[in-house]
């Protein structure tokens, strides 16, 4: 008999054990309370996933309450809401040593590290301003982790294609032009050749002119002793206008040159060379070479 008995006993302890730990794991995965929170928050989100009943809730980086209740928005709330996007509301609620929150608070969903689970953020707001009532309801931000940044790459790498694509075609485009080019560089050439004789002829004249504006400026001196003020300054001008022809006819004999010799240095740079200063054409009588010797 007083072993039946201490079997029973035995059995009994073990069965109301179990409904005991029963009931705390209901408790614990339910969210049940014992205590009702005191202070309470609504948060409207678009998208919480990593975050569930339970998760932490932190204040400015500190542990500040939990999550209590979610639940997803209904058409009539969702159409209602500044945000159209948002779809669930969830329910935190706050220890009571934290203060006022802010009317600019923001809530976010963020995490320690990639792998950590997520919490419900909340940031330390303006103090000094407005607070927000207890069970307010605010708008929160989306989380940014691996799989919304790979989203958002997306068409940023299809765009990327696409310019390679382009790129390739650009390229074949561009090595068609020059094969298409390369062979009228000879008759170019030859052109520019014919006009280097030309201008050889123009500078030659040019030569002479120069020589007859020395006879012409010595009889302009004379001339404008005998005229007045305002014909003087004409003649003046022409003068410095003279002055500059020679050097310019100077300096052309360079050009000339430089296409008699090369003329593929019009389109390819070369090294500069070195003519004649101004100062010496202008005070010598006799034409000077275009180089400096």
């Not at 542990?63 to 997803?72: K, L, T």
């Given at each position: 008999?007083?072993?039946?008995?201490?079997?029973?006993?035995?059995?009994?302890?073990?069965?109301?054990?179990?409904?005991?730990?029963?009931?705390?794991?209901?408790?614990?995965?339910?969210?049940?309370?014992?205590?009702?929170?005191?202070?309470?928050?609504?948060?409207?989100?678009?998208?919480?996933?990593?975050?569930?009943?339970?998760?932490?809730?932190?204040?400015?980086?500190?542990?500040?309450?939990?999550?209590?209740?979610?639940?997803?928005?209904?058409?009539?709330?969702?159409?209602?809401?500044?945000?159209?996007?948002?779809?669930?509301?969830?329910?935190?609620?706050?220890?009571?040593?934290?203060?006022?929150?802010?009317?600019?608070?923001?809530?976010?969903?963020?995490?320690?590290?990639?792998?950590?689970?997520?919490?419900?953020?909340?940031?330390?707001?303006?103090?000094?301003?407005?607070?927000?009532?207890?069970?307010?309801?605010?708008?929160?931000?989306?989380?940014?982790?691996?799989?919304?940044?790979?989203?958002?790459?997306?068409?940023?790498?299809?765009?990327?294609?696409?310019?390679?694509?382009?790129?390739?075609?650009?390229?074949?485009?561009?090595?068609?032009?020059?094969?298409?080019?390369?062979?009228?560089?000879?008759?170019?050439?030859?052109?520019?050749?014919?006009?280097?004789?030309?201008?050889?002829?123009?500078?030659?004249?040019?030569?002479?002119?120069?020589?007859?504006?020395?006879?012409?400026?010595?009889?302009?001196?004379?001339?404008?002793?005998?005229?007045?003020?305002?014909?003087?300054?004409?003649?003046?001008?022409?003068?410095?206008?003279?002055?500059?022809?020679?050097?310019?006819?100077?300096?052309?004999?360079?050009?000339?040159?430089?296409?008699?010799?090369?003329?593929?240095?019009?389109?390819f740079s070369g090294k500069p060379a070195i003519l004649t200063p101004e100062a010496e054409i202008l005070k010598s009588s006799k034409p000077l070479p275009a180089r400096k010797p």
């Amino acid at each position: 008999m007083k072993r039946n008995l201490s079997d029973y006993i035995v059995a009994i302890s073990v069965i109301l054990t179990s409904v005991v730990l029963l009931a705390a794991l209901t408790i614990a995965l339910s969210g049940y309370r014992l205590k009702k929170p005191t202070r309470t928050l609504q948060i409207n989100y678009e998208d919480v996933t990593g975050v569930k009943v339970h998760s932490e809730v932190r204040y400015a980086g500190a542990p500040a309450g939990r999550v209590i209740a979610m639940r997803h928005l209904s058409a009539k709330e969702r159409e209602s809401s500044a945000n159209k996007r948002d779809a669930v509301r969830v329910t935190v609620s706050l220890d009571d040593g934290i203060p006022p929150l802010p009317a600019d608070v923001m809530a976010t969903l963020s995490s320690d590290t990639m792998l950590a689970p997520k919490f419900v953020a909340l940031s330390a707001g303006t103090p000094g301003g407005t607070t927000l009532a207890n069970n307010a309801v605010i708008e929160g931000h989306p989380a940014y982790g691996l799989d919304q940044i790979t989203a958002a790459a997306g068409p940023l790498f299809e765009n990327a294609n696409r310019l390679l694509d382009n790129l390739n075609v650009t390229v074949t485009d561009l090595k068609g032009n020059l094969g298409e080019f390369m062979p009228k560089l000879g008759p170019l050439a030859d052109s520019l050749k014919i006009d280097v004789d030309n201008l050889q002829n123009v500078v030659k004249n040019l030569d002479g002119v120069a020589k007859d504006a020395d006879t012409v400026m010595g009889t302009a001196n004379t001339f404008i002793s005998t005229t007045d003020k305002q014909l003087e300054e004409q003649m003046k001008q022409l003068h410095v206008v003279l002055l500059n022809l020679k050097v310019v006819t100077t300096h052309a004999k360079a050009l000339v040159e430089t296409l008699a010799e090369k003329p593929n240095r019009l389109i390819f740079s070369g090294k500069p060379a070195i003519l004649t200063p101004e100062a010496e054409i202008l005070k010598s009588s006799k034409p000077l070479p275009a180089r400096k010797p």
